[in-house]
């Protein structure tokens, strides 16, 4: 019964961070945004500064999405006697919001003229989440030094 309130509980988490991640993703790449310039009066080291700008913003936010959802799915195993097949939903529900906005991403940069920095900045970000997972889950440590300031079940 407590794997299956983790597997619910696991949708909900992913269905809460597509919506807000849609909307802290832009704001942490602004930043990036910004820097990489005006669309075709930059140049190609311009663009790229800002993409990689972008990409260290939306990738410490969204990493701290996936701190929250590991931290969560270690106490639930550990305290909680849930299965261990709650680990590859917990790396769905952080993996599939990223990648769907991925998606909804290049979709609207195929509409527009130039590249978009942080369009650019979430490919780099969507291959750093399943690393920031992996490293979160088998050393918790560097997770709580990242984010400390999480709140932590």
């Known amino acids: 019964m407590n794997t299956l309130v983790t597997i619910g509980i696991l949708i909900v988490f992913a269905a809460i961070a597509y919506f807000l ?14 820097l990489a310039g005006r669309p075709g009066l930059r140049s190609k080291g311009r663009f790229m500064f ?15 999405n996936t ?6 799915t270690l106490l639930a195993i550990r305290n909680q006697d849930v299965s261990i097949l709650a680990w590859p939903l917990a790396f769905l529900a952080v993996t599939i919001p990223l ?16 590249a978009s920095a942080q369009t650019e900045a979430l490919h780099l970000t969507f291959v750093l989440v399943p690393i920031g997972f992996l490293v979160f889950a088998f050393v918790p440590s560097i997770m709580y030094a990242m984010y400390s300031w999480l709140p932590y079940v």
């Open 21 to 34: 991640m849609l909307y802290l993703l832009n704001f942490a790449g602004l930043p990036g945004a910004l």
């Open 50 to 64: 800002g993409s990689i700008v972008s990409a260290i913003g939306q990738s410490f936010v969204y990493l701290s």
């Open 67 to 72: 701190a929250f959802v590991v931290n969560w």
């Open 99 to 114: 990648w769907m906005n991925l998606g909804h991403a290049r979709t609207e940069a195929s509409e527009m003229e130039h």
